[in-house]
């Protein structure tokens, strides 16, 4: 395992959404559209948003101005990832997709593709990152200490220490708990574009425990006209590991409908202006309660996934 450097030890700041991805959700001035819960839409180019000051430094000092020696910067963490994004955005629009007019399943309509093990690792690098490091995934790190100490909320710089402390890891042993093993499947959206937001669908939760057997699942928009699905099932047949899939307008509304239900203050699309619905207009993190949620009803039609199966589409 090769070692992680540290990032820099003044302030700076950290991008959740990194320019290399939000780039793609430019439009033809050069912006990206955020459009808040109450329906403000906010205008500016790519790198002014999705991010956060000192989002990724372990301060652990009582006082604000002091240090200790056991700050910590690990940005550098998501070096990796983001260095491969291009390559990995590059190759997904490369892959072959096609509609299946005749399809009588949705298991139908995903299309193998060919892949090597190194495709698939930076693959898995890249879009972890984005769960990892994401607003609703941070929340998760303060969550049960707020609710072991009764609900309240924690003062803001012992909360923000707490969360750092439990991002720090999460990368690591969340990409080497999926190695290159589960299922993948490419979404491509024709018709409607991708919305992004501060949460999207995963069940990536900090800290990521090492070596306890998840089956997670991951659906990320990482261009308006591509999302990424992946799970790793309980029983599946690992062979191919990796489809191409035609999503309808429709099912797209769908899969933008999720993001907003997981996103809490911030959603970011090219052109294509989303009606907000009532979830996201709450401004809270949220997740789907039942079975009604069409992520797991794509996961269960991938071919070789031997899972319980619903049909929502």
């Known amino acids: 395992m090769k070692a992680q450097r540290q ?18 959700w430019k439009n033809a001035d050069g912006k990206v559209h955020w459009l808040q819960p109450n329906g403000k839409v906010i205008t500016a180019p790519p790198k002014k948003f999705g991010c956060i000051g000192n989002g990724h430094y372990i301060k ?29 955005i590059s190759w997904l629009q490369s892959l072959e997709r096609k509609d299946v007019p005749e399809a ?5 309509r995903f299309i193998p593709q060919d892949s090597t093990d190194e495709q698939i690792a930076q693959l898995v690098e890249s879009i972890v ?4 490091r994401s607003p609703m995934q941070r929340q998760t790190g303060a969550r049960t200490a707020e609710a072991i100490r009764g609900g309240d909320r924690l003062p803001e710089r012992e909360r923000n220490t707490l969360i750092t402390l439990n991002m720090r890891d999460s ?24 919305i992004f937001g501060d949460g999207f669908f995963h069940n990536i939760r900090s800290p990521v425990q090492p070596y ?12 308006p006209e591509i999302c990424v699905l992946y799970v790793n099932p309980r029983q599946y047949n690992p062979v191919p590991r990796l489809f191409t899939f035609m999503v309808t307008a429709e099912e797209a509304d769908a899969l933008n409908g999720v993001v907003q239900i997981y996103s809490c203050d911030s959603i970011f699309y090219r052109s294509e202006k989303p009606e907000i619905i009532p979830d996201y207009a709450e401004g809270a993190h949220k997740e789907f309660s039942d079975s009604r949620n069409p992520v797991d009803t794509l996961i269960a039609a991938i071919p070789g996934n031997h899972s319980n199966r619903s049909i929502f589409f």
């Open 7 to 24: 990032g820099k030890t003044k302030s700076e700041k950290h991008h959740w959404w990194p320019e290399c991805v939000s780039q793609h």
């Open 60 to 88: 652990l000092a009582r006082n604000a101005g002091e240090t200790t020696p056991w700050d910590q910067n690990f940005e550098p963490f998501f070096d990796d990832a983001d260095s491969g994004f291009p390559s990995v």
């Open 104 to 108: 009588a399943t949705l298991t139908d």
């Open 129 to 132: 990152s984005l769960a990892v």
């Open 171 to 194: 990368q690591r042993t969340a990409v080497s708990q999926i190695g290159t093993r589960g299922k993948f499947a490419v979404l491509y959206s024709p018709e409607r574009e991708f």
């Open 212 to 223: 306890q057997l998840n089956s997670f699942k991951i659906l990320v928009p990482v261009t």
